[in-house]
């Protein structure tokens, strides 16, 4: 592939991530030279993106490098001959992620983000706005790659799989997150370590380690069992149970103690309702925080803070994904893909998470090693259905579906809550679920 | 098929049941010439055997049968050379399920007989005693049709399908007691009523319902919202939402409610183990009222009060499956056999439950005429996951595989409690356990 | 299902088979109570449609049953408002016939109405007529059911399943044939014969017969093995080898002999060829007298020389299965469907030949006992693939589809024989070929 | 993976093709340190590998490298703790080769070394040597690699794969020789030519290429239509139609022509096999010229007329899947592997020759980007199905899968000839076929 330059458009550029972001663009410059850098934002994000994009600018040009930065609330102008699209937009913004934690546990149930009902609010609001985005691409930059980071990620990218038309790519930290940690288990160089992922976004298992090419996956459960620091920023670290990995035979992502040890989870999540904060009053905190830094006309690199925000490697996964595409380079990362029988437990169309081969066409699922077992087959069928169900209940506006959906997620797991919950999240969030009018 | 004399022995036949079959097998006598009926116990049910077969050969000599009931503790003088073996054993007896129901509910979780973490503890006593019958059928009538009754009646099913070297087939009167509620919902004789019923023994979905052959399944949904006397003798008759039902597209089973309806269950099950009863309990007395009647020299018939006990429709399911087989009839019953892709959502090699056609070499699945949507789906599949768990955990007696059935199981739903659960069935029960040492 | 006055349309009922089908519904009357028999015909076959109308009318007469015979040459009316819908037309007649033996065979290959280069012809030309008639029953007879009887009947009933948006079953008289011929083997009546029919129409496999309930597989084939008779009126009676047919494990359907004994088939060929016949021209022949004998108005039943014409049982198969569904009788037939994994080495939505339950909604398939092994899963998959192929290039006139259909025939065999004869047949036939021009 | 030090054994050490491999060795000793090479052969071979061996001597004497050649009648010794096991033998030498082409040729068939008749006689002979082997490595080796490059290379592997109980990868030189023939097309490097390739050994079709990472798929197909040199050494040039490959969509491969060229490749067999030759007797030719060549004690290096011998590339395949398994590389190659739904039409346990990541642990599939369409899936699937029938033949004896397997080849077409072919070799070929006896 010649060594064109390239356009990347950055929706929701506002964030107080992008700074993260445009590091990795300095650092790969040399493989990945982008000449056109758009940061767009909707009107209320308009002062944020005045501020990171400043701070973007002073970052390259402290760097020398001839990228052009442009801000801008004009969607489809950034949009337009884009090679890569990348999202980090969060509909409702921080207000509506507090309503998320809150309204599920008013019922007593797990209240989060990307998983169990609070999850499942979050799609419905960002799927429309996503497709919405997607048939701008459609128009105006129809060979762009959508690489998609906003959660819940993997339903949002089986949303556009299925009905947005664009070459997409879901992406997530928490692979990447995971391969760090086990090359720190086994205190090595993480370009050591290789790890079989398989499952969907956000329950994930890892079902192979190696390093140098030898397989340590049963040392890994080993170290793994009770080991802390196997987790996310904004997960508590409650440890594994030995019998129980070594009979489950793979490792567990962070999300999956809302599951495994969900008594625990609930318990640590009253405690902080308790004292009256939610993960989005924290991040409101921090990202109030690192505005005041980012306004500083003196910074012109990311500030260290911003590792604190909970989405480490962001930039790397997003960078090795663009770098890997644009130089055709046939390696395997972990991303959110159409399933196609990769996992033959799920459904073609489904969305999995899993390794792939990335090469100027997009990515393709290398075969696993190893059938899913029962003990990994049940959970990850059951959530995949819920996220097929919350797929058409967002794209739809269909209250059915919706309620199906919640009713047999996991961390709901009856008719009764499911309705009740649906009810309060219909009502609260009503101003962005227009496709439910 | 030249109608040769059969014979016909029914394990457990101490049950307070066996006179519901004896009159089934009167009933059909003309269409299923039982030439031998041995009925056949352990030890300790001796007592029982002796009341209910002196009861079994006065019912048989007042039809004027030439029926020859023989009561024996000689198993293998019972099966050699016989056409159809039927099960109808409790191991552990009524004590053992008094357990199961306690145990569970100790941990605030449903504790049933044949769903959750009893149904599980039933399973891990029951598919060793099975898989015993088995190797005795193997070599004494390799033949033999063995029609399994025992609960969990699906798991324990494919614990034979899988391991058991018979051909056999699971039986439940739950679909024969859903096809009968529809018929009284319409209005309608029984015989004008088809249903299509899809899933696993006590976790089946009726997703069409034919009146004279024309599609009343809308219909059914909207009669059977809210409806009572949609459920079992032993399940409360909590009726069903109609949003609910409609976007479900399918009247699910009574058991559904243990899943659907967890909290209203939960709570029933709280205030009645408040008052001190299991169902266990009610059961046992139930039976001591029984077995006096029974005793009653002058009796020669089913006494009425049989079928307060829960087993309704058990004869006419056991009998006409043995008169289809026998008579080569071709004729359509809901049967639990080897899925073999019929539901292409589940393993081949699971046992479901569902339409198939019988004739004299067994039962086929007839292909079911939706799609299995995700809103059943989902559920099915994590349930037959444990259900496969807990097979190897049976049969192989293995710690992990059990803690990993009851994790992912939606009415356990955590590995914490699974293993806190797990600890005390092994424990409880181990008399009966040997797998496990 | 009430008895309602029952509406049929037969198009093509011009035919000479078309008293063979009043013969049946003449005799099933008292189950199949048609009140309106609409024949339909085109302009060129209104003379033999006056002539076999009449004798309809004769014969419905005599028997004394209410019936309205209606000769028309207008689709629409005849279809408006009808129960079933029966095809059994000849796009371009029996001159269109002759070529379809005459060009292959010029090439040395087999010509055959159904099978290989003849039988692809016929598809082409028959296709687009069959969803023309698909578009009006849409229109004016949506719940009605198009049985296709009209050759290839595989093939033209895959392209209604997948472009014609009407209910429908395609019917085939070999396999009740079949049946027939092996209870002649058995000498038992052929109520007493069940047979597991597994394919495509006119490739199919007895996999397993059964006379009362026993299975006869095995003495089947040896009684198969070097038999005469098993074949239809218009197929070369060569026996078959008895290892060949034990390894292959199934009995073949007469069809067969093109593809496992091409060379004594193609001799065969060559030699009525030299003599200067085809089998169009016997037909023809026999047509010629048949309509003699119809226009006696002094007969008034079938005449006995109708059963040479080659389409025996045809009237059976036909009534049988409207009467089976009228009824909803819910018993086996062998049907061409939609396969929907029922036979899981073909594709979902192919049309395949096998056994089904009939009931008012139409036809499922049961679960053959038996995997397809791979001597007959090969030849299966290739002439499968060929079928799907001839239905995209009948539909869309696609030339490269057509000639990928006839390279990959294991009749034709290679890509430049296939070229060579699908110029020929687009040449000969191009009248009937609107879609290619 | 720390680099230790290699051991190699490869039997058939003795063949004419050894100082290939040897060359390629050499070449990549920087990155696959062998420290010991075994050539071993059987007693008939001796001489032909004492020639060889010391050839090999020379050329790493000459290259200064620290590898021990070992020449050896003892295979134990050889494969003894080794890494890699190589297979280059020929049961029955070319002697056995020219039955292989005659025999069938007298039929009025194909008769070719690896694909049809000729190619099944192969297998039979060839299956249980290497079943042989394998027991040894199980013992002897467990935890080596066996790249098979036996011809037919696909079915032996396939037997391998089911029955040998070792970790195995088939290799063939045809893939990589498309490629460069495709480079050459497009005049590029070869390291700039992506493609992928689905199929089975000897029957793939190159589904789509890339060039710098742009598809160039039509492209192909215009410069190849036509086009000369898309062919191995042994297969006659005859080029391919415009319109027959772009309906197909694909490059086939080489011996694609015996399918879809039958008629112009049987002519030119018969005209060869009238001057009285077969490709053996080339092959024995060249073979006896090249050991001419290998006793010069001068001669140090791999001779340039080896090229001439049909091999090309052979080497270079040989050492890369070698390099990339040693040093973990997880590049992409073109193998023959077990298929575990990759190919989603061809059974999980075929084996198939496709792209895969190869590392340590070996080969695992990428999944292809285009769904496989009829017009490749049928004669794909039908070929399978031979080869499975023929692995049966192979390891178990089996003259009815014998029978079957070449009934439904292609290249032999009807059950007629299949018996006299097979009655033919099982006779010709009696030495060599212990498992028929």
Redesign the interface.
């Given at each position: 592939?010649?060594k064109k330059e390239l356009k990347v458009a950055v929706i929701g550029g506002g964030s107080s991530y992008t700074p993260e972001l445009v590091e990795g663009f300095i650092r790969h410059y040399h493989e990945l030279p982008i000449k056109e850098l758009y940061l767009v934002d909707i009107e209320a994000g308009s002062g944020k993106l005045a501020i990171v994009g400043a701070l973007a600018k002073r970052m390259i040009a402290k760097a020398g490098l001839p990228i052009d930065v442009h801000l801008t609330l004009d969607r489809r102008e950034a949009l337009r001959g884009a090679d890569f699209v990348s999202t980090q937009l969060r509909v409702g913004l921080l207000d509506a992620r507090a309503l998320d934690e809150r309204i599920p546990a008013a019922y007593g149930l797990i209240g989060q983000e990307t998983t169990g009902a609070g999850g499942f609010a979050k799609a419905l609001r960002t799927i429309p706005v996503i497709l919405d985005i997607c048939r701008d691409i459609r128009e105006l930059s129809p060979d762009a790659f959508l690489l998609n980071f906003t959660n819940p990620a993997g339903i949002v990218t089986e949303a556009v799989l299925k009905y947005g038309g664009v070459k997409t790519i879901g992406l997530c930290n928490l692979p990447i997150g995971t391969r760090m940690q086990i090359a720190g288990l086994f205190e090595v160089e993480v370009s050591r370590v290789?790890v079989e992922i398989v499952g969907i976004n956000h329950l994930n298992w890892t079902t192979r380690v190696?390093v140098?090419?030898?397989?340590v996956t049963q040392a890994l459960l080993s170290k793994a069992a009770g080991a802390g620091g196997l987790t996310m920023k904004n997960i508590p670290d409650f440890g594994w149970?030995s019998?129980?990995l070594?009979?489950?035979g793979a490792l567990p992502c962070s999300y999956h103690r809302y599951?495994?040890?969900?008594?625990?989870m609930l318990e640590h999540q009253n405690e902080q309702l308790k004292e009256g904060t939610t993960r989005a009053d924290v991040v409101k905190r921090v990202e109030a925080e690192l505005f005041e830094l980012y306004k500083d006309p003196q910074l012109s690199v990311k500030p260290p803070q911003l590792e604190q925000r909970g989405g480490a490697y962001y930039s790397e996964v997003a960078v090795s994904l663009m770098t890997s595409i644009h130089n055709?380079r046939?390696?395997?990362q972990t991303v959110n893909i159409r399933n196609?029988?990769?996992i033959?437990?799920l459904p073609d169309d489904a969305c999995v998470e899993m390794n792939a081969?990335i090469?100027?066409?997009g990515a393709?699922?290398?075969?696993?090693?190893t059938p899913i077992g029962?003990?990994i087959?049940?959970?990850l069928?059951?959530?995949?259905?819920?996220e097929?169900?919350t797929v058409e209940a967002a794209v739809h506006g269909d209250?059915?579906?919706a309620?199906?959906?919640l009713?047999?997620h996991?961390l709901v797991?009856?008719?009764?809550?499911a309705?009740q919950v649906l009810d309060d999240i219909l009502k609260e969030h009503a101003g962005y679920l227009p496709q439910f009018k």
């Open positions: 592939m010649t290789d190696a140098d090419g030898t397989d149970d019998e129980f070594h009979s489950l599951y495994y040890l969900t008594e625990q055709d046939k390696d395997i196609n029988g990769a033959p437990c081969v090469d100027a066409s393709r699922p290398v075969q696993p090693r029962p003990q087959r049940g959970l069928q059951v959530v995949k259905a819920y097929e169900l209250y059915g579906m309620l199906q959906a009713t047999i996991p797991g009856s008719a009764d809550k309705k």
